[in-house]
């Protein structure tokens, strides 16, 4: 049955059910067939009802002169409601609580039937209750009383109570006679607990201090999100797992310590921690995940020698001037963005991996750091980063990715360290040496395997080159995708060996005024290759013998000026026995003088091919006139 519940609840958040009101309470129907329903929002945001008491909770409901059982509270039904201030108790044969159905609601006390078999990790998200206990006998669910300073503190937990699933927001105020309100600011988290839930204490505003024992095995996701009094984390096991987002939004921690031995920590664990200043991460940490210190304040940062990854945005947003990686081998994806005020990175030459935007707007960074060692990279590293006037890729680097325009913003000039034998620097730009004449989809490069001497395409071009014309080595076979995007470029010539232009290539440049290809096969023109403004400006001059070709072919054919050049390749035109570029009565005179012997005959006479220049060459050279 619990199976058959999740299934209807999940129908319940994804369409639109027929509903209507009976009581106090809108009522959605979840089973028209079984007559089951459940209690929804009031009001289309979620919500939407007042006071409430025990005796407003319905088994069965009518509608229609039919019977319908209640068998749970759906989304957001109660959110944000002030409910009661007493007590109220859900009625038996209740069945599911679904998410968010008590988001930041207000309920004196909250006592669970018996039947209750599921509830969503987000059902108490953010609640102001007094008390939530369950009724004995309930096979799932129990509750568990505690002491916390001087006072009997309640919280819901699953059957074997090892699982602490949700604390009661409010369970901390206390009322005086005088009328004032006390809370209790701290908690110990009872021994027999190994667990602690989703969102189980998220957006408590009262508890400054939690304790954690060391049987603690993990902490789930978002389980202290929004605790904004919170003030610092202690774990003390090792071996604990921090879910997604578990300290996400504490705002007043100033200290985190964890223990020697933990391993990872996952995605947002202490994201917009914004007292947070300093950190130093235990020996035997390996991966910080994906924000798990963004929007911090730290201005201390210290890695162990363990760590290997840093994952996206792990750092982002942060004030420090300086930062060791040690023995990281992978910077993530907007590792180190909009971290302004970093100038300075070392690290022990283990660095093999730097991933796309890592450095985005780090303004405080005057020489691009790419280290000795570096294997792969992204091409936006530095993107909106400070102008640098050059830049080098080091002699190590195997493997680059992405979009070169955004490599160095307003970068003159690229340079290629001596040594590497995968990209080679010539007149500023960056070629790839590996003899690949084809690129797959998707990427701008293949995976090197070969090394290679001679440059086979274009990887880049940098976006402040002083040079605006782009002449391309013979040999060049391909231009990877976005290489010269935006360059302010008037000229381009490619080379005969010219194979294919990828995406987005010469997009975003309106100065091209000349574009030359030498190939005689026009050269594959991926999607948005070519400017607009180029095919309409610019003049596109190809081998004479190809122009038809260009002027059909996907791509090339929208230049409206397509010239043809001597490339001094071209055949010799059949009948030309005199060299004047045309075939008319002039060369017939001149083919009867060689068969008259009055001059020395040539290869080009032979029209037929019989070897000979005779009578019957003259009457074919005659039909070429005609014709």
Known sequence: ????????????????????????????IIDAANHWVQIAPKNNGGGGYGSLLTSDFKSEVTYNDETYKVMGIGAYAFYNCALSTGRIMLPEGMVFIDDFAFESAEVGTLRLPSTIQYISDYAFSGNKFND?????????????????????FTVLTNKEQTKLLACPGAKAREYNSDGSTTYITTFTVPEQITEIGNLAFSDNKTLTRVTFHSGITRIGMGAFSGASALTGVNIPNPDCELGNSCFEQCTSITSVRLPQGMKRLGRHVFFFCSSLTGITLPEGMEEIGTM?????????VNLPSTM??????????????????????????????????????TCNGQVERIDGLAFA??????????????KTMEMNVFFRSPNFASLTIPSTVECMEGNPCYLANKC?????AEG???????DSCIYATNGYTTLPAGTAWAALTEAGTTPTALVGVPTARENTVLRLPEGVTTICNQAARAVPLTEVYLPGTMAELRKMCFTGISTITRMTCLAVTPPIVGEGAIAGSTYA???LYVPLQSVEAYRNADGWSNFQHIEGIDTGNEPALRGDLNGDGVVDVQDVNTLINMVLGELPQTDEADLNGDGTADIADVNELINLVLN
């Open 308 to 345: 290997v990854k840093l994952d996206t945005c792990s750092l982002q947003d942060n004030p420090f001037t300086s930062i060791d990686l040690k023995n990281v081998k992978w910077v993530g994806y907007q590792c180190f963005s909009m971290c302004d005020n970093l100038t300075t990175l």
């Open 537 to 539: 400006d610019a003049t």
């Open 361 to 374: 707007r780090c303004n405080g960074i005057t020489n691009p750091w790419l280290p000795e060692g570096l």
């Open 292 to 300: 798990c210190f963004s929007s911090c304040a730290l201005t201390t």
């Open 420 to 426: 590497n034998t995968h990209f080679v620097s010539l």
């Open 1 to 28: 049955m619990l199976l058959a519940f999740a299934g209807h609840v999940a129908q319940a958040q994804d369409e639109t059910l027929p509903s209507f009101t009976s009581g106090k309470f809108k009522y959605e």
């Open 132 to 152: 939530i206990s369950v009724v004995a006998g309930n096979p799932y669910f129990a509750h568990l009383n505690s002491d916390q300073e001087g006072r009997n």
């Open 412 to 416: 003159k000039e690229y340079r290629v």
